[in-house]
């Protein structure tokens, strides 16, 4: 079997979205987080302290050192021998990285404090493809003849510890934790299982054109087989003899093309999907996997999970190592200002992968969280500082709990309007003659001798009653002079 990559066995801003009622964390993705030179071909990465890894690169034959920013530690990198069309690399956290090299027939020991090899040559029969670190630090090495090579810390080497099957092509390996090791057979479709005594059996057999490629294996002893061939990944109980039926069998996208498989602390199962430039995680107790990012041309061909919580992915076709920043976090530090009687509405923002649910700590009576989409609601009754904690809950970890403060200001004060005066008329004067005129609604009288007239007044003008009352008030008067002159003929007479 030859495909265009030979993977390792083992492995900017953020919003929350709510869909569906939940709520749903987009990752945070560097890609890249660093572009080699043209040709660099990195085919595989590994976590080393301190969120470091390395790269190693096919094209230069070399190994360089990154920081977890993505820049280059040392002004060099520790170069392999020309020729050696670098397959696999694994980390043995004790200050080695070891190197498979199918174009040498050689397994490089790289000392990674000051880039020294030591190399171990192989027959000109034995092409090293994958490589898988034991609890004890015993180096086990897939070679295209169906055996197994062992190199032990001291440096001894055992070029046909297990025997496999002809025809078994295996490609990926991996130790569990009892030292028995496990190889991904992509010639005839199986699984084989080796034990620390170097016997072997055939633990699993599949179905015809599979294509076994990759394996991981996690705490609880679930082994898991990535199959390039039909596109699915499947899950083995190891704690099981030989024959057992598969427990689970996750399917992925037609043409997706598993390359890589790599496991995190809570068990999550990590994929490579070469043919559609994807990652995707098989979460314990879900029987579907999971799209946990899609690049726009990187072509994932190694995985691996730094210290500080990063998927680090690898891509020859692009140059360039990207990272999915995994960690389970809230962004979210302060809210509002908010006014006291004023409803409020926020949310509280994440990183991490695909949904979220939260909790939180005590909370003030008159605030709600919705625990699926992270949704504050409530209404201040009066002003006041607050504060409380919250966790978020993603498929792949719990946050650290987070404190979150606001404030909430007084209602702004609002000033009594002043009553508008009712207006009033006026009043009239005069001897016999009563008077009243105003504008607007209002009553006016008037008065004179023993007469006496009252009236309403219009909004504008002179009432029609006052008019009367002054005619009233003439008429009597001229009756009044009337009767003086009849008198004053009488005397005369």
């Known amino acids: 079997m030859k495909l265009l990559t030979r993977i390792a066995a083992p492995v900017l801003c953020v919003g929350l979205l709510a869909v569906g009622g939940g709520a749903f964390a987009v990752p945070v993705v560097s890609d890249p987080l660093v572009t080699l030179s043209s040709g660099a071909a990195p085919i595989a990465v590994v976590a080393g302290t301190n969120g470091e890894f390395y790269s190693l690169n096919s094209g230069p034959d070399s190994v360089t050192h990154y920081n977890a920013t993505g820049a280059q530690i040392g002004a060099s990198a520790a170069l392999l021998p020309s020729g050696s069309l670098s397959s696999a690399m694994v980390n043995d956290q004790y200050g080695s990285l070891y190197v498979a090299n199918p174009g040498t027939h050689s397994v490089s020991k790289v000392k990674t404090s000051d880039n020294t090899i ?104 679930m082994l898991f087989v990535a199959n390039y061939k039909s596109a699915n990944v499947v899950e083995l109980d190891t704690s099981l003899p030989d024959g057992t039926a598969p427990v689970t069998v996750f399917p992925l996208p037609t043409g997706s093309g598993p390359t890589a498989l790599t496991v995190d602390e809570f068990d999550n199962v990590f994929v490579a999907l070469r043919g559609t430039k994807a990652v995707s995680v098989i979460v314990p107790g879900e029987s579907t996997p999971r799209t946990v990012t899609t690049f726009a041309s990187t072509k994932p061909a190694s995985l691996a999970i730094s210290s500080d919580g990063k998927l680090l992915v690898s891509s020859q076709t692009t140059d360039t190592i990207s990272s999915i920043n995994l960690e389970t976090r809230v962004t979210t530090s302060t809210l509002g200002p908010f006014t006291a009687g004023v409803p409020i509405s926020a949310s509280i923002s994440t990183t991490g992968v695909d949904s979220m649910s939260f909790s939180s700590g005590l909370l003030p009576a008159w605030l709600k969280l919705d625990p699926a989409t992270g949704k504050l609601t409530g209404t201040p009754p009066a002003a006041g500082s607050f504060s409380f904690t919250v966790q978020a809950l993603s498929v792949i970890g719990r946050s650290a709990a987070a404190t979150i403060s606001f404030d909430v200001a007084a209602a702004p004060s609002t000033a009594t309007p002043t009553p508008t005066p009712t207006p009033t008329g006026g009043t009239g004067t005069g001897g016999g003659t009563g008077t009243g005129a105003g504008t607007g609604a209002g009553s006016g009288s008037g008065s004179g001798g023993n007469g006496s007239s009252t009236g309403t007044l219009a909004h504008t003008g002179v009432d029609g009653s006052a008019t009367l009352g002054l005619a009233g008030g003439a008429a009597f008067l001229a009756l009044l002079g009337s009767g003086a002159m009849l008198l004053r003929r009488r005397r005369s007479a």
């Open 118 to 221: 030591k190399p171990f040559v192989l027959p000109a029969a034995d092409v090293p493809q994958f490589l898988a670190l034991d609890s004890t630090r015993n180096l086990y090495v897939t070679k295209k003849n169906d055996e197994i090579a062992r190199i032990t810390p001291a440096d001894v080497v055992t070029l046909s510890f297990a025997k496999l099957p002809t025809g078994s092509g295996p490609e990926g390996v991996v130790a569990d934790a009892k030292g028995n090791i496990y190889t991904a057979n992509y010639g005839n479709d199986t699984v084989s299982k080796v034990t620390p005594a170097g016997v072997v059996s055939t633990y699993s057999v599949f179905g015809t054109g599979v294509g076994p490629y990759a394996v991981a294996i996690n705490s609880k002893g």
